[in-house]
């Protein structure tokens, strides 16, 4: 079972921020914070991830509280191509053998972004 | 520029009859996973090779195979499908398990 839970659907205005929560209450401390997204009828498509640290790149910024228990993923100026399903993940990263990679999804937030 | 293929994007077979999804990757990932995506469902991994490894989930039908000929190469057979295996297969790479994973575009499987 996914170890996440999120509300299943969100709406945006178009060129506003995208605040999309997620609990993770019973993560483990190797464990990281992943975000993957797919938009319909597509290959979902990574996003981001972190351990405890917020993190930023080109597409996101990922704000984890300081006891791990949630996050939120946030989209700066929505546009309507962000329009999508939304997972959090959590699982193990890093090398090794043992570390399959597995992705567990759950049923993910549907964000509509409106004009 | 470096991406997962697969091919064909739309498949019909028949009830029962065996058809093959094919999954090709230029990122030269050692791991290739096989997703299944049933309609308003979420991706359920099916299986995975790391290098030449198969490593199957406990839950998936023993109508599903998999084979890795080579390192750029991963096929799905579906011995005999049935309208249940009705779905989008997701192939998606990884450099190593526990790094982000690339996902192809889906083929979107119809049993009539």
């Known amino acids: 079972d996914a170890k996440t839970t999120q509300p299943p659907s969100m709406d945006c205005a178009e060129g506003r921020a995208a605040n999309l929560p997620c609990n993770h209450s019973?993560?483990?401390?190797?464990?990281?914070v992943y975000w993957y997204r797919q938009i319909h009828s597509q290959g979902p498509q990574y996003i981001i991830h972190?351990?405890?640290n917020n993190e930023t790149n080109e597409m996101a910024s990922l704000i984890i509280t300081e006891d791990r228990k949630s996050s939120t993923l946030i989209l700066p100026h929505a546009t309507l191509r962000d329009t999508a399903v939304y997972y959090c993940?959590?699982?193990?990263?890093?090398?090794?053998?043992?570390?399959?990679?597995?992705?567990?999804f759950g049923q993910g937030t549907t964000l509509q972004v409106k004009p | 520029d470096a991406m997962v293929i697969q091919n064909p994007r739309y498949q019909v077979t028949q009830f029962g009859k065996p058809v093959t999804l094919s999954c090709s990757q230029t990122?030269?990932?050692?791991?290739m996973y096989w997703y299944q995506q049933k309609s308003s469902q979420a991706p359920k991994l099916l299986f995975h090779?790391?290098?030449?490894?198969?490593?199957n989930e406990a839950d998936t039908p023993d109508n599903f195979q998999s084979r890795r000929p080579n390192t750029s190469f991963c096929f799905l057979d579906i011995r005999s499908p049935g309208l249940g295996d009705a779905a989008m297969y997701l192939c998606?790479?990884?450099?190593?398990?526990?790094?982000?994973?690339?996902f192809g575009p889906g083929t979107r499987l119809t049993v009539t």
């Open positions: 998606a790479t990884s450099l190593y398990g526990g790094y982000e994973q690339y």
């Open positions: 019973t993560i483990s401390g190797n464990e990281y």
């Open positions: 972190g351990l405890k």
């Open positions: 993940i959590v699982r193990v990263a890093g090398v090794g053998s043992s570390n399959t990679g597995k992705l567990i």
């Open positions: 990122l030269n990932h050692n791991v």
């Open positions: 090779y790391y290098d030449k490894d198969f490593n």
